[in-house]
């Protein structure tokens, strides 16, 4: 099971940090993928993380201003997002995949475990 929380009202310019709690599945044995979708727009991927040995994934939209991280103790993925921009609103989602058949661009659909969404918001 997981639990997405965090997101909010926030101005162009601002931060979030998005949490992704898992609870009842072996840590290591996961990667952990922020998938967003906006109205009229195709679901995007943004960042994923082996949990494990903590490697991270970004696209092209998170690079330079997402940063993924997970905390082993509590068994938690965040994704801590900056210099927000309105473009970013959208319905922010976890998911969880095995890694014995998860890569980079496994498709959203092909997860094992989804987390309902958290709505992201930037005015201008």
């Known amino acids: 099971q997981l639990q997405a929380s965090g997101g909010g009202l926030v101005q162009a310019g601002g931060s979030l940090r998005l949490s992704c709690a898992t609870i009842?599945?072996?840590?290591?044995?996961?990667?952990i993928c922020w998938f967003r979708k906006a109205p009229r727009r195709e679901r995007e991927g943004v960042s994923c993380?082996?949990?494990?040995?903590?490697?991270?994934y970004y696209s092209w939209l998170a690079k330079g201003r997402f940063t993924i991280s997970r905390d082993t103790a509590k068994n938690t993925v965040y994704l801590e997002m900056n210099g927000l921009e309105p473009e970013d609103t959208a319905v922010y989602s976890c998911?969880?995949?095995?890694?014995?058949?998860?890569?980079?661009?496994?498709?959203?659909?092909?997860?094992?475990?989804w987390g309902q969404g958290t709505q992201v918001t930037v005015s201008s």
């Open positions: 998911a969880a995949d095995q890694l014995s058949d998860w890569h980079e661009h496994t498709p959203y659909e092909d997860y094992d475990y």
């Open positions: 009842g599945f072996s840590f290591d044995d996961y990667a």
């Open positions: 993380i082996r949990l494990g040995d903590g490697t991270t």
